[in-house]
């Protein structure tokens, strides 16, 4: 089945610089690949996702950029500020049936330092 | 609208015990799923229902059995709990039929179960 793995585990910036979130995939059907953010004590809220048929989508300060061939996709984050702190999770979907069940990457902790 | 409802939020078990974590969403989705969130392994899908009707294992499903009683309910029930299935259960719900182009999750609020 689908294994997707995320890097780092947590991640410290400084304010006003760019962090970048890491994940592979072992399935080559996958063709969604959505960003999830939770903040402490919520729920995961979806803050962007892209497409098999897409290289690069942006979205204000968060872009992620999607690597076929590697099977490898990427979270940018530009400009971050106290409120980006979060834990950041990447998932996949392996198109296996007609549900969309999303596979999860273990989760990145992300801390802006003021 | 509510999106989607879990309750109870809070639930302690004494190992054996039995219970059912009720989900329901309002949004007229085909699609839900169970997942729980262990620290330092994210979410981890536990079943899913791909339509009313249907249910299927996902990767952790030992333990644990699931109902789609209707289009808008989905439970998940632990018939004799033990302290690894302490963890924050999710549900979430999607849109997904087949062919459909609008594939994102609302997840509920969450059920924080402790096993001792």
């Known amino acids: 089945g689908e294994n997707v793995e995320q890097h780092p585990s947590t991640l410290s910036v400084q304010e006003g610089d760019s962090a970048v979130i890491k994940c592979t995939y072992s399935?080559?059907?996958?063709?969604?690949f959505p960003w999830y953010k939770q903040e402490l004590g919520k729920r995961p809220q979806l803050i962007i996702d892209i497409r098999s048929n897409v290289g690069e989508k942006k979205d204000q300060r968060i872009a992620v950029t999607l690597n076929k061939t590697a099977k490898h996709f990427s979270l940018h984050i530009t400009e971050t500020q106290p409120e980006d702190s979060a834990v950041y999770f990447c998932?996949?979907?392996?198109?296996?049936?007609?549900?969309?069940?999303?596979?999860f990457g273990s989760g990145t902790r992300l801390l802006v330092r003021p | 609208n509510a999106g989607v409802t879990q309750t109870p939020k809070f639930q302690v078990l004494k190992t054996g015990q039995s219970m059912t974590l009720q989900c329901a969403q309002d949004m007229n989705h085909n699609s839900m799923y169970w997942y729980r969130q262990d620290p330092g392994m994210g979410l981890r899908l536990i079943y899913y229902s791909a339509s009313e009707g249907t249910t299927d294992k996902g990767e952790v499903p030992n333990g644990y059995n699931v109902s789609r009683l209707n289009k808008r309910e989905f439970s998940l029930r632990l018939e004799s709990a033990a302290p690894s299935q302490t963890s924050v259960y999710f549900c979430?719900?999607?849109?997904?039929?087949?062919?459909?182009?609008?594939?994102?999750?609302?997840f509920g609020s969450g059920t924080r179960l402790t096993v001792v």
């Open positions: 399935d080559s059907a996958s063709n969604y």
């Open positions: 979430a719900s999607s849109p997904r039929t087949g062919g459909g182009t609008n594939y994102g999750y609302t």
């Open positions: 998932a996949a979907n392996p198109p296996m049936d007609s549900s969309y069940k999303l596979i």
